[in-house]
T-cell receptor, first 114, second 114 residues
Framework: GENVEQHPSTLSVQEGDSAVIKCTYSDSASNYFPWYKQELGKGPQLIID?????GEKKDQRIAVTLNKTAKHFSLHITETQPEDSAVYFC?????????????FGIGTKLQVIP | DVKVTQSSRYLVKRTGEKVFLECVQD?????MFWYRQDPGLGLRLIYF???????EKGDIPEGYSVSREKKERFSLILESASTNQTSMYLCASSLPLLGRDGQFFGPGTRLTVL
């Protein structure tokens, strides 16, 4: 089955700096790559996603890049703010019959230091 | 405001007890999922359902069963709770093939088995 590796597991940055989280996947058939943010005491929430026919996608201060050849994708957060502090999960999804199977990475705990 | 709700935020049970975790979504989503979240392991899929009365095993179904009698409700059952089932349990829902908005997660139930 699909295997998703995510690193680093923890990341501390100064407010205003950029943060980058990297993930790799194993199955070249994966076609959808969502990123989720989990704040303390809450469930994960989708923040951005990218499909396999796109190389980069931006939404204000966050961007995701996808390299299908190398089978890796990354989340970039610019001008970090304290409210960006959370656990971030990457995921890779494969269509299997009539549904999409999603495999998550282990998560990255981001701390933004004011 | 779309919502996935879980019946309990915290639950303490004893070894051997039968445990029911309930999840309700108000978005008329076809797909519903149960994950467990453990430090260093990320989110792992236990079971999912793509329609009423339909269920599919995820990556770690052993020791669990599910029930989906109505579209909005998906229950996770631990037939005989064991200490290694102490974990955070997350329910999620989505449109077929994850739709445009990915999965919506509930706030989680932290289960402790003594």
């Amino acid at each position: 089955g699909e295997n998703v590796e995510q690193h680093p597991s923890t990341l501390s940055v100064q407010e205003g700096d950029s943060a980058v989280i990297k993930c790799t996947y194993s199955d070249s058939a994966s076609n959808y790559f969502p990123w989720y943010k989990q704040e303390l005491g809450k469930g994960p929430q989708l923040i951005i996603d990218i499909r396999s026919n796109v190389g980069e996608k931006k939404d204000q201060r966050i961007a995701v890049t996808l390299n299908k050849t190398a089978k890796h994708f990354s989340l970039h957060i610019t001008e970090t703010q304290p409210e960006d502090s959370a656990v971030y999960f990457c995921a890779a999804s494969i269509r299997s019959g009539g549904y999409q199977k999603v495999t998550f990475g282990i998560g990255t705990k981001l701390q933004v230091i004011p | 405001d779309v919502k996935v709700t879980q019946s309990s935020r915290y639950l303490v049970k004893r070894t051997g007890e039968k445990v029911f975790l309930e999840c309700v979504q108000d978005m008329d989503h076809e797909n519903m999922f149960w994950y467990r979240q453990d430090p260093g392991l990320g989110l792992r899929l236990i079971y999912f359902s793509y329609d009423v009365k339909m269920k599919e095993k995820g990556d770690i179904p052993e020791g669990y069963s599910v029930s989906r009698e109505k579209k909005e409700r998906f229950s996770l059952i631990l037939e005989s709770a064991s200490t290694n089932q102490t974990s955070m349990y997350l329910c999620a829902s989505s449109l077929p093939l994850l739709g445009r908005d990915g999965q919506f997660f509930g706030p989680g139930t932290r289960l402790t088995v003594l």
